[in-house]
């Protein structure tokens, strides 16, 4: 029963975790990287570790691993603000290891301390908003870059897989404490804000990273609808209700930031039409 389990967990985080980077880079060239970055910020890699925790080990034990993971989202924003403040100086690779320090140093002072599920959803949300206050704001936005090439998204999704494959090895030799708290690692947030940052420039980044750190808003209410639902509802019924919660909170998000992406499709749309027009 526990190795299908763990296969099953392994190949859901094998399929979600790439397919949902591509996602969320298609989503960011059709609506901005901000809603792309809205996108980003679904549980959607640290969802299903604590549904393989509750199936193996008990909704009371995922119950309690649930309230790590959102101690562990402020792990993953300060790996956000790390390389946000950092891109205007150094290229992606400085500021990708710089942020996983940071997230590293965060997960081994969190890992000594026990915090009520209330008091957790309330750090993460502070974390949120200063994430937001600490990120720099990017250049108004301007005209859309050129199409990227054939081999850009095979690259993500393959940088997600290998960056999932790597922690699932390192998180089963740590135990679930450190595990639940290593499971919000920026494997999504990686692989987009290196991409974008390569590709687009660093206000292109800063777009789609402030857009995620938003989104962290579901990725919190999930994780905390679990601690306090998983115990009372059981698997099935904590997990329906958490996901319900995270994906109404982030369709209103995505909702209130449409116009935004809309406006600019259709600005890039009227620029191609005017240069047509003034070709013929």
Do not use: N
């Amino acid at each position: 029963m526990r190795h299908h389990l763990a296969v099953t967990q392994l190949l859901v985080k094998l399929l979600l975790a790439p397919s949902f980077v591509v996602g969320a880079s298609l989503t960011a060239r059709r609506f901005g990287p901000r809603v792309g970055g809205l996108v980003a910020g679904l549980p959607v890699v640290a969802g299903p570790i604590l549904l393989a925790y509750a199936l193996a080990h008990g909704s009371g034990f995922a119950a309690g691993a649930a309230a790590g993971t959102l101690l562990g989202l402020i792990s993953l924003i300060c790996f956000s603000v790390v390389y946000g403040r950092l891109a205007g100086r150094l290229s992606w690779a400085p500021c990708m290891l710089a942020g996983w320090l940071a997230f590293a140093a965060a997960t081994v002072l969190f890992s000594a301390l026990s915090i009520p599920d209330g008091v957790a959803l309330a750090l993460a949300g502070a974390a949120i908003a200063a994430g937001l206050l600490l990120l720099p704001r990017p250049a108004p936005a301007g005209p859309p870059g050129g199409p990227l090439p054939g081999w850009d998204l095979p690259l993500r999704a393959g940088c997600a897989l290998t960056l999932v494959l790597v922690l699932t090895a390192i998180a089963g030799w740590l135990g679930p404490q450190l595990s639940g708290l290593l499971a919000p690692f920026p494997i999504i947030a990686t692989v987009l804000a290196t991409f974008t940052h390569g590709q687009r420039g660093v206000d292109e980044m800063l777009r789609l990273v402030r857009g995620m750190v938003s989104g962290f808003v579901a990725f919190a209410l999930f994780f905390f609808t679990l601690a306090v639902a998983l115990r009372p509802l059981g698997t099935a019924g904590g997990f329906a209700l958490a996901t319900l919660v995270a994906l109404l909170t982030q369709a209103t998000a995505f909702a209130l930031t449409r116009p935004r992406g809309a406006a600019r499709a259709t600005l890039a749309a009227e620029g191609e039409l005017a240069g047509m027009a003034e070709l013929s």
